[in-house]
């Protein structure tokens, strides 16, 4: 499937071009948290040097395949599905397990790699963001220094039921490890 002209990142977008091209086979119209997704690979991408950028499209590359990326639009609505849900919601225990199942061994070494702190400790299963989806910004929810601290800042953009997939999704992965 090609991606609509929406899809394409912009001709202010700092990235890659490598990074802008897996973007491009990664489609996902009208799904929020694939647009969360995107941005947040965007932005790593203009974070990282050019050895660390080609790294991370050639990690991201094996999910433009036809069969992953159908699978990966599945997962997209599903976490979108879970927008309002609470994190006991019974639909995210098993999304969760499907999407650390999605994720590639390579990539989730690179993903355990950046956290700083351990995934249980994350963004601990409670009240979460208030009803406005906001977090507490003073809230301590890991146990980590600074840096690294990807698992946490991208919760704040998902609701509870999202992070708490996230959360279980770097649980499974530590374990698969």
Request: net charge negative; glycine share 10%; proline share 10%.
């Amino acid at each position: 499937m090609k991606p609509s002209a929406q899809a394409a990142p912009g001709p202010d977008a700092m990235m890659s071009a490598e990074m802008a091209a897996v973007l491009r086979d990664l489609p996902a119209p009208g799904s929020a948290f694939a647009e969360l997704d995107r941005e947040l690979l965007a932005l790593v991408d203009g974070l990282a040097g050019p050895e660390e950028r080609s790294r991370l499209a050639g990690l991201m590359s094996p999910l433009t395949e036809p069969a992953a990326l159908a699978w990966g639009h599945a997962l997209y609505r599903r976490l979108d599905e879970l927008a309002g849900a609470s994190p006991g919601d019974l639909r995210v225990a098993p999304l969760a397990a499907d999407l650390a199942a999605h994720i590639p061994d390579e990539m989730a070494a690179l993903m355990l790699a950046n956290l700083d702190t351990p995934p249980e400790r994350a963004f601990p299963p409670g009240p979460g963001p208030d009803a406005a989806g906001n977090r507490d910004a003073s809230e301590s929810r890991g146990g980590g220094g600074d840096g690294g601290r990807w698992l946490e800042a991208m919760s704040t953009e998902m609701s509870p039921a999202q992070a708490e997939v996230l959360r279980l999704v770097m649980i499974t992965l530590q374990a698969r490890a």
